[in-house]
């Protein structure tokens, strides 16, 4: 059973007069889904939804309940300022929130220490010698190759939405920001950052990541205690501390640029517009996801990190033995760019440039000057 299940499996039994069906459905097909059955009809009383583009697109086409002035409405007191910022401020629009999110969606620095025994790279207490600085980052990784000859000592996922997060991660730390004009359906983007910010990533991935390396063998190569460094979502905290026991240690994403940044994404609640809901199922609705903020340490049992702020205070979640290694992510979490009724990490005409830029088929000033062109004619239809 999944982390997600025995959330909804609690609530359901110690809420008798509610049930909540919660189905799963294929990443690869939800969004298409979840929007046809939204304009039948016959969509979820509720969902949970990458929170950004996707939910304001939405939202312009009027199918999206305003949560919090239903919630105010109703007499459901959802403490929304103690949510992650940048979370919130993707849920916003027009001074309403639209989207009430679950988690906040991170990359983390995984390590086994046993293969680091020797390195240097260690202090004392096991804890990963992490000096801030794209020069520090790559010294440690040569360090890694020559002290265990391991000549490629990283893992790095290579799918290609994390792929576009580590980019424009890589983008925001060198000090760039802007990225799309969302009034003129244009890119505005620093295009010389933008092509610094792959260049310096793809060099991470030619230098010290094993050629063609896809998922599943990067987590399975760390799982087995075959590279030093993992770079991959929080969600693969779990799996992979289970597989190395004492080896495992886990860190903060580098800061490879000037300023320390991580760009985010979240899982949020939404509320279809239905013809046929209720007060009473609505108010229902509204009380879980306060439910849901107020234990959202619960699901960073999954590797998450809670999106509501207080949650994170709790013993249970100081009681956690991984999250309070990456916790101070949050505080410099930036909110994924945003591009009307489309998530920028997952379109293809982002995705496909960005991944022949980090694999060498094409260069970093050519994909990045994909990306732009592809935005330019994509945004003014969108």
């Not at 505080?331 to 945003?338: K, M, N, Q, R, S």
């Amino acid at each position: 059973m999944t982390v997600a299940s025995k959330i909804f499996e609690e609530y359901n039994s110690t809420h008798p007069n509610v049930h909540i069906d919660f189905q799963q459905q294929d990443f690869t097909q939800f969004a298409t889904k979840l929007k046809t059955g939204m304009m039948s009809g016959e969509g979820p009383d509720f969902a949970i939804s990458y929170i950004g583009g996707f939910v304001t697109g939405l939202q312009a086409d009027g199918m999206l309940v305003p949560i919090s002035s239903e919630a105010e409405r109703l007499g459901v007191d959802i403490d929304f300022g103690g949510y992650t910022p940048a979370a919130m401020q993707a849920a916003e629009v027009d001074g309403e929130y639209y989207a009430v999110p679950c988690d906040n969606l991170i990359r983390v620095l995984m390590y086994n220490k046993r293969l680091l025994a020797d390195t240097g790279l260690l202090n004392e207490d096991g804890s990963l010698k992490l000096e801030p600085g794209y020069d520090n980052f790559m010294s440690m990784l040569q360090t890694a190759a020559d002290k265990t000859g391991i000549a490629d000592p990283l893992a790095l996922t290579m799918r290609p939405p994390q792929l576009v997060l580590g980019w424009l991660t890589m983008y925001e730390q060198l000090g760039g920001h802007d990225f799309v004009d969302l009034e003129t359906r244009t890119v505005n983007f620093d295009e010389a950052l933008a092509v610094e910010a792959l260049t310096k990533y793809q060099k991470i991935y030619a230098d010290y990541v094993l050629e063609n390396l896809t998922p599943p063998a990067d987590l399975d190569m760390f799982k087995a205690g075959q590279v030093p460094f993992y770079i991959d979502g929080s969600w693969n905290v779990s799996a992979a501390a289970d597989a190395l026991g004492d080896d495992f240690g886990v860190t903060t994403f580098p800061q490879l640029g000037v300023k320390n940044a991580l760009v985010t994404t979240n899982h949020a609640f939404i509320i279809p517009q239905k013809n046929d809901m209720s007060d009473a199922k609505t108010k229902a609705i509204l009380e879980f996801i306060k439910w849901w903020g107020d234990n959202n340490y619960k699901w960073a049992e999954a590797g998450h990190l809670p999106a509501y702020v207080p949650s994170t205070q709790t013993e249970e979640f100081a009681n956690m033995p991984w999250p309070k290694y990456y916790e101070s992510t949050l505080d410099v979490a930036v909110p994924i760019y945003t591009i009307p009724n489309a998530n920028l990490h997952q379109i293809a005409e982002v995705t496909d440039p960005i991944q022949k830029g980090m694999l060498g088929t094409i260069t970093p000033e050519e994909a990045v000057a994909q990306v732009r062109d592809n935005l330019n004619q994509l945004l003014p239809n969108l």
